[in-house]
């Protein structure tokens, strides 16, 4: 299911992972979880499904979860559940109830994204439901409500603990997210590459292929996509997309997208993509 720049996404998987068989839903209006699910009914029909939102980075056993035989919720404890799914569950990890963002949390243990649904057949009977009831304020159908639905009508949900969750959704806990990832990983560019010139590179750090680099402070914290240019710039606590130019600018805890420019000294920026700004 993809939605906005979903077409990169559509050519990114088909590039590098040529050998699965892919199928790639658009949902052009944004009507919520629920509703990005109902739109690959067709695609699912009655067989077991995995959903996996988007912004969500999670570390579990994923054979573990496929082989299963129960319906699967993955949770994790946060300190303020309220802006959260959450999940309240007995002694032995079996979900009773599941609400989205409650206003009054009865449990700690959030919805980190993870869903494996046995019985399909009864989630796509219970979005249906939400779609022929009354739609909340925002205008979303939220596939948490079609999960309370489902456990309703007797299905049973054992929640599993995601061992860590990095949570995309926002720039402070992408950027954050970014760092743990590298750190825990330790990127892939080496500080004594001489591979650029006359550049400093302070690890962690991830550079994609084809990039120019010049001239520069790199690091730590830094994701830089392929085919990048950088000159005359220090950069640290960022990601910058591919295909992006930056000349003289000093970036720290920012986001610049792909297909970008930005030219002169600047900080903390969150720049789209196909973006283009001169500070001279």
């Not at 969500?56 to 949770?75: K, Q």
């Not at 079609?146 to 309703?152: E, F, P, T, Y």
Request: hydrophobic share 35%; proline share 4%.
């Amino acid at each position: 299911m993809v939605g906005y720049l979903g077409e990169k996404i559509h050519e990114y998987v088909q590039h590098a992972y040529p050998h699965l068989t892919t199928h790639f839903v658009y949902q052009n209006e944004r009507q919520g979880t629920g509703h990005a699910v109902k739109l690959a009914h067709e695609i699912i029909g009655n067989d077991e499904v995995m959903v996996v939102l988007g912004d969500t980075i999670c570390e579990y056993d994923v054979r573990e979860i496929v082989n299963s035989p129960y319906n699967m919720l993955g949770v994790k404890k946060v300190d303020d559940p309220r802006v959260f799914g959450v999940a309240e569950m007995n002694e032995d990890d079996q979900v009773e109830r599941v609400v989205e963002k409650p206003a009054i949390p009865k449990s700690n243990m959030a919805l980190v994204g993870l869903y494996k649904i046995k019985d399909s057949h009864l989630l796509f009977e219970c979005i249906g439901q939400l779609f022929n009831g009354p739609v909340d304020k925002s205008h979303d159908y939220n596939l948490t409500d079609a999960l309370q639905c489902m456990i309703d009508k007797g299905a049973k949900f054992k929640a599993f603990r995601v061992k860590n969750w990095f949570d995309c959704g926002k720039k402070e806990s992408l950027l954050e997210s970014n760092a743990t990832l590298l750190k825990k990983f330790g990127g892939n560019t080496n500080p004594n590459s001489h591979q650029f010139e006359n550049t400093i590179i302070i690890p962690p750090v991830s550079i994609g292929t084809g990039c120019n680099i010049r001239n520069a402070i790199i690091g730590p914290h830094v994701s830089i996509g392929s085919n990048t240019t950088v000159n005359y710039s220090i950069i640290r606590d960022s990601i910058v997309g591919s295909y992006t130019s930056l000349y003289e600018v000093v970036l720290d805890n920012s986001l610049i997208g792909s297909d970008a420019s930005v030219k002169g000294l600047s900080r903390n920026l969150n720049i789209g993509d196909n973006t283009e700004i001169d500070f001279g």
